[in-house]
């Protein structure tokens, strides 16, 4: 049987561009752009929080004694979620690609799978890399460089979570030991923010990991010693990920003397702090973060953790069920995409 | 019991019920001939490229006389005079607020347009400039009414009667300003328990009506008491029909909005922003609406 061969070239796409331009292309001379406007320090300071709505006082106190009485302005209770909407494989030129809707809040997630050089600690993994593009659709605060504030926040995150040893097995990756192996570039666009922007993140980056498609390579040896990447002519004979282990994150806002999950903009501007947990699907947290101005009673943490893993388990169960849906239609599946 | 539900998305269904519509309206895209008769004079919304008239935005073609306009179904607020608007105050300047009211500009509150506290008449002195912050305060809702309108297209407001003034408690809901239905009152008392200002800018607000209607207090004094669960609960399944009203681009007015409250009784409240549930809420409003009609 007779196989191509293909050198590395061909597989990868340009490395001088940078990680976020191998989702769009246009990326890259938006970055051009932004660094010659260069905005003054102190709307760069003003834009650094999240795309923020004012409320009058009035209105905060209704959302705060609505919350006490676990009846919140859309008639959700403390632990529900929104109405997600979860479709993947949207963007075809990616290896793995979701597009998450929860409530308002639109996510766009693409994994790109590219041959590179283990990390001299780690020679035989492969590893994630990360990027988060605030695109200037969400919100006319993100336009220029404010959105970057927010997406090295929300990358510094994802490290974080992806940094416990089982999430993703990088073994798998690995094509050469010390030699090489497959980096996956995760990018990550916000369409529209409508709050809670952690949550949907980690559940399209779950999403597009369980889409991802990496091609099945081998590496041949010559005579005089140099390495040659043979590619598989099957377009379908690829490995795929195991997501079992790969944590979703949940956001516990705390709003008076309770704590809600899924915030919109509104509650999120009552909260004064918040607690990102990410939890496995067996329950287990792999990590916390606290986020906001005000402080937490450790009592209260306790309470949310407990909270947070709760509902993550549901979120992994919920998410594993349409996933195995959208995969058993298959080819029958009716793309709805961004035109739908 | 935490629940999360998540689904595969479906694709937009056109819309829903074949009515018999009223005159045929003539709607255009960007790109679109109207007429290639040259006698037209060209309004907004139009432009002349070899000869015809094309429209430039995407809404209904309005003829008066020779002249064609193209109106905008989505766009910004534009303001008439005497329409009651609902905004939110931005700015605290020297004699006067900048209103929030989802325009092309900032519309303007005038110290000269509010009611004093007391209902006194006399000119604003200095006392009342350097206590404007303790009337208004950035981040407040007020209902207003549009008193004029500057050359540059900008609103100046006034709320120089009772039933306007600073909003107290209740839920805020942005829609497109297309949907309001132009009508005699924008304040209505629902049956169902809650009251709603369908302010022609599109900001809808909802608030539990208050037992206290005869003393009107006009204004600036609000009410911080927590609301009543009953109340909470009309609210929230109030600001859920608006919400399903507006996905399937119905337009808003009290009896709408009232039977479509109807029709949601059956559901729990959070159920209502499920696509199916709020599809077949819709359907039903709009069986009633066409038996209204005729």
């Known amino acids: ?340 | 019991m935490a629940a999360v539900t998540m689904r595969l998305p479906v694709p937009r269904k056109p819309a829903v019920v074949n009515a018999p519509r009223g005159p045929e309206k003539h709607l255009v895209a960007p790109g679109d001939t109207i007429t290639t008769d040259t006698g037209y004079m060209r309004g907004h919304g139009t432009y002349v490229e070899d000869d015809k008239l094309i429209a430039s935005v995407a809404g209904v073609v309005e003829r008066v006389n020779k002249l064609i306009c193209v109106r905008a179904l989505n766009t910004r607020y534009n303001g008439e005079v005497g329409d009651v608007v609902v905004g939110r105050i931005t700015e605290v300047q020297q004699k006067r607020w900048k209103v929030e009211t989802y325009s092309r500009l900032d519309s303007v509150l005038l110290l000269s347009s509010i009611n004093l506290p007391g209902g006194e008449l006399r000119r604003r002195s200095i006392e009342d400039e350097l206590a404007m912050r303790d009337c208004l305060q950035e981040g407040d809702l007020i209902s207003a009414e549009v008193q004029s309108v500057f050359t540059d297209g900008a609103l100046s407001l006034h709320t120089r009667s009772l039933k306007y003034g600073k909003l107290s408690q209740g839920v805020l809901i942005q829609v497109s300003p297309s949907l309001v239905k132009r009508q005699k009152t924008h304040f209505h008392d629902l049956p169902c328990g809650a009251s709603v200002i369908l302010g022609n800018n599109g900001y809808i607000w909802i608030y539990p009506t208050s037992e206290q209607r005869d003393e009107e207090t006009g204004g600036f004094i609000t009410n911080l008491e927590p609301v009543s669960m009953s109340d909470r609960e009309v609210i929230s399944r109030v600001r859920n029909c608006i919400v399903a009203l507006v996905t399937h681009k119905l337009m808003l007015f009290d009896t709408s909005i009232l039977y479509c409250y109807e029709a949601s009784l059956p559901h729990q409240i959070k159920d209502i922003l499920k696509p199916e549930v709020m599809e077949q809420i819709v359907l039903e409003t709009q069986h009633r609406l066409l038996d209204l009609e005729g």
């Not at chain 1, 709307?43 to 905060?60: D, N, Y």
């Not at chain 1, 997501?243 to 909260?271: F, M, Q, W």
Request: proline share 3%.
């Open chain 1, 1 to 340: 049987m007779s196989e191509r061969r293909a050198t590395l070239r061909r597989l990868s796409c340009s490395n001088g561009a940078s990680h976020c331009s191998r989702l769009l292309e246009g990326t890259a001379a938006s970055r051009e752009r932004r660094k010659r406007k260069g905005l003054s320090a102190v709307r760069r300071e003003e834009a650094g929080s999240m795309a923020a709505v004012v409320l009058s006082e009035p209105e905060k106190l209704y959302i705060v004694h609505g919350v006490q009485e676990d009846l919140r302005v859309d008639g959700r209770g403390c632990e529900d979620y929104r109405c997600a909407e979860v479709e993947t494989d949207v963007v075809s030129n990616t290896s793995g690609s979701a597009r998450v809707k929860l409530g308002n809040t639109d996510i766009l997630v693409g994994v790109k799978a590219e041959m590179g050089t283990p990390k001299i600690e780690k020679p035989d993994e492969g590893y994630l890399e990360f990027c988060v593009d605030c695109s200037a659709n969400a919100t006319p605060e993100f336009e220029g460089r404010g959105g970057e504030e927010l997406g090295t926040e929300i990358t510094s995150t994802f490290y974080t979570v992806f940094s416990s040893e089982n999430s993703v097995d990088l073994k798998s990756l690995c094509i050469n030991p010390r030699e090489h192996c497959w980096v996956l570039y995760v990018d990550v666009l916000l369409l529209v923010c409508g709050g809670n922007l952690f949550d949907a993140i980690s559940i399209a980056v779950k999403a597009a990991l369980f889409n991802t498609r990496i091609p099945k390579v081998r590496v041949l040896e010559d005579e005089e010693g140099s390495k040659e990447i043979e590619l598989s002519d099957d377009p379908y004979d690829c490995i795929r990920l195991n997501v079992e282990n790969v944590p979703l994150i949940v956001t516990l806002s705390k709003i008076g003397y309770r704590h809600v999950v899924d915030a919109t903009l509104e509650e999120e501007a009552c909260s004064l702090a918040s607690l990102l947990v990410s939890v496995t699907s067996k329950g287990a947290l792999t990590s916390i973060k606290k986020v906001g101005r005000g402080s937490l009673d450790p009592e209260s943490i306790f309470e949310m953790m407990e909270t947070g893993k709760k509902v993550g388990k549901a979120l992994h169960v919920a998410l594993q069920k349409i996933l195995d849906e959208e995969e058993s239609l298959g080819t029958s599946r009716q793309k709805v995409g961004f035109l739908g």
